[in-house]
């Protein structure tokens, strides 16, 4: 046979030419089904999805408003009503229990007169006494002095100015409540994370047991953590305390984690082989050379207990989130303003403080790793800076001291009063601005509900659960295989043993939608800040500060805006899910090999061309996971949007915390909550590791 026959009889195999007959006719039928094969072969993903689309609209259109099981908003079922008898049971058992009686009160007890006698020193009037045994001067001078001590002197500067802000705003006392609470649960954290981040990089086994329930801690939209918590704790600080610990630990247990495995094995050898215990090597080579990267964590985890301190305001955390959680029921956007401005200065002063002292780290370690000449060199930054600790000890000490003993010291003046005139400008610049742009805001608010929200929560909540059920199994396996099906149909069975599935529906449903924006917006701005610097000099800053903010604050602007609606909560999520989305895309789409770039430039590829045939495709694993952490964070936010109209899940938790009979029904909801997580993260991470698989 030659070559050009073998040839031929390949191309003939792959259906890429028509075999001739006897008589010299092509069979041309059979040729274009073999065409037909081939590309579904080929492309069977999308032809899948699309066959498992059609199926469900035409079961949608056929069996429309069928065992949907939808529930009134009274209405509840018996394992809601369970769940209730349940709530019962703890408070009877509080009394008798010994469980209850030797564990877990004294711990609520004991947290809740550790967060007491904190407000009794530094926020609120203590006993026999009509202010804190710290004034307001003591308090200020000791946050600049520990700003100063680890962070340098411009975090001090910024420490000051926000932490006199706080009070001239009109929100001293809820501000310090909502760092000791912060500090509270990220020393506690600290004391729990650092040992268990390190266990997790030195034993295999101790990771493989443990970064399962890191990834459902972290899973877990926070209105998940605080029904469940409020059952064991009850109402108050301990219960808003714990979910901050739970909500807050997983970014520092994993980060350190990183920093310890993140240590050259050639250092480690090294110290091995100079006789170092392991005892030695942990204390003396991996924790010193990993400081910087655990103080990124500490970071982190203290961004995240920020956030989570704000919405334990709904089980009467103390703090900001009180006066926010207020405003926002009241509909007083000034007030909902100005106390979200004092958590947003907040979240920037903590985050910049322990980003400085992060860099700082990272300084003084690479300085002790140096040589004798160059240590010799840098004593005197050292020395100086010593210096101005101790001088800045003894001030603050005696700032403690003029606090507590003069009243004018220890009580935060009344003057200048910053907050009622601006709370009072930006309630009338909300009122100009939905007066003056109604027509584009509920233009945009009607057009995006009746084409997006309205079509997609009526395929979602009105077809039958079980045509839903499976075409979310179908999709979950065309998409990242069997392991995903298996946790889909578990989540599943999940949601429908709440009695919330038609909820959990529209939960969905608004989640999807904010969702699809948002990974559409963060494909054309990542795309654009990978491909250019000057881009992503100017956008990233923006995006970082995004992060910064509370979810909990995005409701203000949002709820100015658009009124307490689904849309509204939309907003809000898109605004909170933008910023980590985008910076996954633009960091992947830089991470396309250059080689790779450079060949295609070579061909003759034009700028569309290269993102569209040769960037997005090499980065779709980046683009997957950037949609996975996109769905997460627009569901965490879509819940709390239950706050401001956004309906489903999220108001029935906030409707379980104010009326007593409806506990159950709000605990079911957060149980459909995390159930909800789990399936969506799942899914989208088995898609992106089988999509990275296959770049």
Known sequence: ?????????????????????????????????????????????????????????????????????????????????????VRDAFDAARTNSFVFQHIVQPITDGVNGLVTYLQGIFSQASAGRPVPEVGWLGVVVLLVWLALA???????????ACVLLFGFFGYWAQSIDTLIVTFFAVGICTILGLPLGILMARSRRVSAAVSPVLDLMQTLPSFAYLAPLALVFGIGPAAAIVTTIIYSLPPLVRITGHGIRGVLPATLEAATSMGSTPWQTLVKVQLPMARRTIVVGINQCTM?????????????????????????????????????????????????????????SGIEARIQRG?????????RGPRLRRTSIIAGAVVTAVAIYLSHTYLALAKFPASPDLGTPLAKAVSAAADWTVGTFSGFTEWLKNTVTAILVDPLQSVLAQSPWWAMALVLLGIAFVLAGRRAVIITIVCEAVIFGTGLWNESMKTLATTLVAAFVVVLVAVCLGVWMGRSKPADSVIRPVLDAFQTIPS??????????????????????????????????ADGIRGVSPVAVEAAESLGTTSWQMVAKVQLPMARAAVVLAANQGLLYVLSMVVVGGLVGGGGLGYLVV????????????????IAITALGVMLDRITQHAAARFGSTR
């Open 371 to 379: 040589s004798g000449a160059r240590r010799a060199g840098t004593l």
């Open 1 to 85: 046979m030659s070559l050009e026959t073998e040839r031929a009889n390949r191309r003939r195999r792959a259906g890429t030419e028509r075999p001739e007959t006897p008589g010299g006719r092509t069979p041309a039928t059979s040729s274009s089904g073999r065409a037909i094969f081939e590309l579904c072969r080929r492309h069977w993903r999308p032809v899948s999805i699309v066959g498992i689309v059609v199926a469900w609209l035409v079961l949608w259109a056929t069996l429309r408003g069928l065992d949907t099981l939808e529930l009134g908003g009274a209405e509840e079922t018996d394992f809601q009503l369970w769940l209730n008898s």
């Open 552 to 585: 909990f604050v995005y409701l203000v602007p949002a709820l100015a805006l658009f009124g307490p609606t689904r849309f509204t909560a939309i907003v809000a999520a898109f605004a909170y899910g933008v910023p980590i989305a985008t910076k996954l895309v």
């Open 150 to 160: 680890f962070a340098g002197v411009r975090a001090m500067l910024l420490v000051g």
């Open 655 to 670: 409707a379980g915390f104010s009326q007593s009979q409806l506990f159950g029904k709000g605990l079911a909801a957060g």
């Open 304 to 360: 995240a207990a920020l956030s989570m301190a704000t919405i334990a305001a709904l089980i009467n955390g103390p703090g900001l989130g009180i006066p926010v959680l207020q405003a926002l029921q009241s509909l007083d956007v000034g007030s909902a303003f100005v106390s979200g401005l004092a958590i947003v200065l907040m979240a920037i002063m903590l985050d910049r403080t322990t980003t400085a002292a992060s860099e700082r």
